[in-house]
């Protein structure tokens, strides 16, 4: 029987990472790639403290899926994108990647209030959540602090969704190929993509993207995010496990159960993965030398930055600024911009970017 086709058969987890970490900047709307299930492909979580709250609860969670399943449906019947809402009423959008008539998945976009929420709507939330045993004074102030998207923006999104499926789906029928055998120019390809897609955007909405925000997030406890303060500022330093877990005043143990259940992926994989983002940056945008932007970037010698790029990219450091090499002058000094956490209180303690977590 014939393997069926997934989207990480046509494109690599990295890449879609990224396009998910930059339309989050450029929009401040969450964004997921699922499959016809509604469950993620790539692995990131990037969602607001009230969806975190209600994806915290095992039935809260298979709700979500299958709202992005619904939505997924929908958007594959009409072949275009589609707007719904999820179980709890929040704004939904969907675009759909079909290739030769088969529905590989979608990417999905939310979740938002189309319109500040009025009383009634909020009473209407806790009624369709009550049996998750949530907190519902929290739970309606978290609910509230969603953001609003205006209509002019989320079509805008919308079509950066739909630029973005046609995309992958184009890739799909050129290069029916295992991520692994062919993915350097699709990777190369899709992230050339982003940039075009965010000035899209704002010539759509007059908004300009946060690009400082690369991993942006919204709902981190404080403990975490004095870990991924010491993460983001000391990248270019050893740091040790047990220097997180005392950034973070909590035993080692625990702040790796801790960090994982928060973000998705441990403190190790997250600080390699700043290392490779301002590795990434200094390759595209400096004439450093390999050595000198593995010194910079954290990496113990040039040969593990080129391990480590090979492994996640499928290329080696300078395959890669090669593809992006420019015919004017780079300028050869310069970090990159790293603040994948924000500073704004929220409701719980926890941080706020006014983006997504």
């Not at 987890?13 to 492909?41: E, K, S």
């Not at 080129?306 to 300078?318: D, E, I, Y």
């Given at each position: 029987?014939a393997?069926?086709?997934?989207?990480?058969?046509?494109?690599?987890?990295?890449?879609?990472?990224?396009?998910?970490?930059?339309?989050?900047?450029?929009?401040g709307?969450?964004?997921?790639?699922?499959?016809?299930?509604?469950?993620?492909?790539?692995?990131?979580?990037?969602?607001?403290?009230?969806?975190?709250?209600?994806?915290?609860?095992?039935?809260g969670?298979?709700?979500?899926?299958?709202?992005?399943?619904?939505?997924?449906r929908?958007a594959?019947?009409?072949?275009?994108?589609?707007?719904?809402?999820?179980?709890?009423g929040l704004?939904l959008?969907?675009?759909?990647?079909?290739?030769?008539?088969?529905?590989?998945?979608s990417?999905?976009?939310g979740?938002?209030h189309?319109?500040?929420?009025?009383?009634?709507?909020?009473?209407?939330?806790?009624?369709?959540?009550?049996?998750?045993?949530?907190?519902?004074?929290?739970?309606?102030?978290?609910?509230?602090?969603?953001?609003t998207v205006?209509?002019?923006k989320?079509?805008?999104?919308?079509?950066?969704l739909?630029?973005?499926?046609?995309?992958?789906?184009?890739?799909?029928r050129?290069?029916?190929?295992p991520?692994?055998?062919?993915?350097?120019s699709?990777?190369?390809?899709?992230?050339?993509?982003?940039?075009?897609?965010?000035?899209?955007?704002?010539?759509?909405?007059?908004?300009?993207?946060?690009?400082?925000?690369?991993?942006?997030?919204?709902?981190?406890?404080?403990?975490?995010?004095?870990?991924c303060?010491?993460?983001?500022?000391?990248?270019?330093?050893?740091?040790?496990?047990?220097?997180?877990?005392?950034a973070?005043?909590?035993?080692?143990?625990?702040?790796?159960?801790?960090?994982?259940?928060?973000?998705?992926?441990?403190?190790?994989?997250?600080?390699?993965?700043?290392?490779?983002?301002?590795?990434?940056?200094?390759?595209?945008?400096?004439?450093?030398?390999?050595?000198?932007?593995?010194?910079?970037?954290?990496?113990?010698?040039?040969?593990?930055?080129?391990?480590?790029?090979?492994?996640?990219?499928?290329?080696?450091?300078?395959?890669?600024?090669?593809?992006?090499?420019?015919?004017?002058?780079v300028?050869?000094?310069?970090?990159?911009?790293?603040?994948?956490?924000?500073?704004?209180?929220?409701c719980?303690?926890?941080?706020?970017?006014?983006l997504?977590d």
């Amino acid at each position: 029987m014939a393997k069926t086709p997934q989207i990480l058969d046509f494109i690599d987890h990295l890449t879609l990472d990224r396009f998910i970490h930059d339309f989050a900047a450029a929009t401040g709307i969450a964004v997921d790639i699922n499959d016809q299930d509604g469950h993620p492909v790539a692995a990131y979580r990037h969602f607001y403290g009230f969806c975190r709250k209600i994806r915290s609860t095992a039935e809260g969670l298979k709700r979500c899926y299958q709202s992005n399943a619904r939505v997924g449906r929908k958007a594959a019947h009409a072949r275009q994108p589609v707007l719904d809402r999820c179980h709890a009423g929040l704004m939904l959008m969907a675009a759909p990647i079909i290739v030769d008539g088969y529905h590989l998945g979608s990417i999905v976009g939310g979740q938002f209030h189309s319109h500040p929420p009025s009383p009634a709507e909020v009473e209407t939330m806790l009624q369709n959540t009550n049996d998750l045993g949530l907190a519902p004074a929290c739970l309606a102030k978290q609910y509230l602090a969603m953001v609003t998207v205006p209509p002019a923006k989320h079509m805008a999104a919308c079509e950066i969704l739909k630029l973005m499926a046609v995309y992958i789906e184009e890739i799909a029928r050129k290069h029916p190929l295992p991520a692994k055998a062919g993915r350097n120019s699709q990777a190369e390809r899709l992230v050339e993509r982003v940039e075009p897609l965010q000035h899209h955007l704002l010539e759509n909405t007059g908004e300009r993207p946060e690009h400082t925000r690369l991993l942006p997030t919204a709902d981190l406890p404080d403990t975490i995010q004095a870990a991924c303060q010491l993460i983001n500022t000391n990248y270019g330093r050893k740091i040790k496990l047990k220097d997180m877990a005392r950034a973070a005043h909590l035993s080692p143990a625990y702040f790796c159960r801790l960090f994982k259940q928060c973000t998705g992926m441990s403190p190790t994989a997250y600080l390699t993965r700043v290392r490779l983002q301002a590795a990434m940056e200094m390759l595209r945008h400096s004439n450093l030398a390999i050595g000198k932007i593995a010194k910079q970037t954290g990496f113990s010698t040039p040969n593990y930055l080129s391990n480590v790029f090979r492994a996640q990219m499928g290329m080696s450091p300078l395959a890669y600024r090669k593809s992006f090499a420019r015919s004017e002058p780079v300028p050869p000094t310069g970090l990159p911009r790293q603040s994948p956490c924000g500073e704004k209180k929220h409701c719980n303690g926890a941080t706020r970017t006014g983006l997504l977590d």
